[in-house]
């Protein structure tokens, strides 16, 4: 059965998220393709799985990344469609706000040590893209772009799960030994 996205917003309000925060995150893909029409429809099946997705295992994540994760919020005005293939959604997301020198002096020490960093996006919580970062260059004053490889078995813990953190930074570093930055 289709439901328009003022419904679907409704049934992932349980989930914590605001109407704007659940209509961000449909655009996506991560319920499915909306049809569009005079209004935008959704299968209310998939919706309804969306909001029934477990959260991450962080359990799991810290054994097999125990030299943490960046998670980058995925910004207001900025989409990724989430049917593309993997190098065009890299494409989309490698771009991101520059980060504070301490974080980039550690999130470097960590890529150096282990030759890949888990990396995810998420959008009003939902992770929706995994890759591992492997440097970056810094194109402008205000950006970072970052080069990215497909993630390894370590994303199975993570994809399209819950993984929120509430408000906050652009980024957020995801340390299992708990010094969150």
């Known amino acids: 059965m289709s439901i328009s996205e003022r419904a ?9 998220m605001s109407r704007e925060q659940a209509r961000r995150l449909l ?3 991560a319920a499915g393709s909306g ?6 429809t959704y299968d209310e099946s998939a919706v309804r799985a969306l909001a029934a997705r477990p959260a991450g295992d962080e359990g799991r994540l810290a054994a097999d990344c125990p030299w943490g994760v960046h998670v980058v919020r995925l910004a207001r005005g900025r989409a990724l ?9 890299a494409t989309e997301v490698a771009t991101q706000p520059r980060l504070p020198m301490m974080t980039a002096v550690t ?6 040590l282990t030759g890949g960093l888990p990396w995810v ?6 992770v929706v893209f995994g890759a591992e970062m492997t440097g970056w260059t810094t194109p402008d004053d205000a950006s970072h772009r970052f080069a990215l490889r497909p993630p390894g078995g370590w994303y199975d813990a993570l994809d399209r799960r819950w993984f929120a953190f509430g408000r906050g930074r652009h980024w957020f ?6 010094l969150q930055q």
């Not at 679907?8 to 914590?16: D, K, M, T």
């Not at 049809?35 to 935008?40: A, E, N, P, S």
């Open 81 to 89: 469609d989430s049917s593309l293939p993997w190098a065009e959604q």
């Open 8 to 16: 679907a917003a409704e049934i992932l309000r349980p989930v914590g």
């Open 121 to 126: 996006v998420t959008v009003s919580g939902l």
């Open 27 to 29: 655009l996506t893909g």
């Open 107 to 112: 999130l470097g020490v960590r890529v150096r």
């Open 173 to 178: 570093f995801w340390d299992p030994g708990g």
């Open 35 to 40: 049809v569009r029409g005079r209004t935008t």
